[in-house]
């Protein structure tokens, strides 16, 4: 079976350059300890709950092999995925012709999602490891380019690790932060992960999930 290839327009900045070559390399080798991970619950309330938002559109940066992407089309989401891994963009359309669905899946940099061919009014938004790993300059960037595209009132879910050096593992970001980046957006919810439930790396990191939520008039 044969794939389209990705689109894409405009090169990587140079931050998201530094880090593409490292998940590149991760992918051809499979390392990939993000994968097979279950659905947050913080999405699946989104999506699933009793006040769950009616399908609608939905942008997944960072998408890797489109894991939450078909998720959210299974639901009826119109969706989007953009990452810079083009093994992963491959993955990620065998995977939803697998399943029966078609999201649309991009190669590009989440710091420039201004070159993007991108229509502004996603009402979901997902981050489930990618900010926290960019340096300062395109996390200013990408959250410019987030504010360019989300809808009024939008959500954005997102997985990040408490700041702290891990090696060659994501910075990682802390509340503070993230609050003082996202200006005009909300954090809603906070949910940690269970420290039992990591090992290694990811049990120092202290992930958590954030809910955010952005003001009507941002």
């Known amino acids: 079976m044969s794939f389209a290839p990705s689109r ?16 590149r390399v991760m992918y051809r080798l499979g390392i990939t300890p993000w994968e097979g991970q279950p659905m947050p619950p ?12 009616p399908p609608g559109r939905a942008l997944d940066l960072g998408c890797g092999t489109g894991n939450h992407a078909i998720y959210l089309a299974r639901h ?36 420039q999602l201004g070159v993007l061919d ?3 009014g996603y009402a979901l938004l997902l981050d489930l490891g990618c900010f926290h790993g960019l340096d300062d300059l395109a996390r ?10 989300a809808a009024p009132n939008a959500c954005m879910v ?17 509340e503070e932060e993230l609050t003082r980046r996202f200006s005009g957006w909300a954090v809603k919810h906070r949910q940690a992960l269970a420290t039992e439930e990591l090992t290694g790396i990811a049990r120092r990191a ?3 999930f954030y809910l955010l939520q952005r003001e009507a008039s941002s």
Do not use: C, H
Request: proline share 9%.
């Open 76 to 111: 009826d989401w119109q969706v989007t995925g953009v990452d810079f891994t083009p093994r992963a963009l491959d993955r990620a359309r065998q995977k939803a012709a697998n399943a029966g669905v078609t999201p649309d899946f991009m190669l590009g940099d989440v710091s």
């Open 206 to 208: 202290a992930p958590a």
């Open 42 to 53: 913080v999405l699946t309330a989104l999506v699933e709950g009793p006040d769950a938002l």
């Open 140 to 149: 200013d960037r990408y959250v410019a380019g987030v504010n360019d595209l």
């Open 8 to 23: 894409s327009l405009g090169a990587p900045s140079s931050a998201a350059s530094k880090g593409s070559l490292g998940y």
């Open 118 to 120: 991108l229509t502004p």
């Open 158 to 174: 997102l997985f990040a690790f408490q700041p702290g050096g891990r090696g060659p593992a994501p910075r990682g970001i802390s």
